[in-house]
Nanobody
Framework: VQLQASGGGLVQAGGSLRLSCAAS??????????MGWFRQAPGKEREFVAA????????YYRDSVKGRFTISRDNAKNTVYLQMNNLKPEDTAVYYC????????????????WGQGTQVTVSS
């Protein structure tokens, strides 16, 4: 699976961005992968942001983004989205999308495929 993330940019605090992650899959279909978003700020470890399961479409979020971020997927377009509203300076990071089949959906080590990352910068 090849993943291409896009949609990052510079936004003021309180603003919104929508990240997209387009997948090209061979063999196993996109719809059978759990999809996750992770982020990494300078000097910090990569952290889980949100994920969506392949089977039920259940969604999972880190506490700090609940109510502000929404993950969704369009299996017909092989794309997963991350709608980010009410952005805060602490959301500044490189955001990565990932695909995997493990049930440990918030564990970055359990994902098999990664996109190249897209920079999100939130100014105060």
């Amino acid at each position: 699976v090849q993943l291409q993330a896009s949609g990052g940019g510079l936004v003021q605090a309180g603003g919104s961005l929508r990240l997209s992650c387009a997948a090209s899959a061979s063999g196993r279909t996109f719809s059978s992968y759990n999809m996750g978003w992770f982020r990494q700020a300078p000097g910090k470890e990569r952290e889980f942001v949100a994920a969506i399961g392949w089977r039920s479409g259940s969604t999972y979020y880190r506490d700090s983004v609940k109510g502000r971020f929404t993950i969704s997927r369009d299996n017909a377009k092989n794309t997963v989205y991350l709608q980010m509203n009410n952005l805060k300076p602490e959301d500044t990071a490189v955001y990565y999308c990932a695909a995997g089949i493990s049930l440990r959906i918030s564990d970055d080590l359990r994902y098999d495929y990664w996109g190249q990352g897209t920079q999100v910068t939130v100014s105060s």
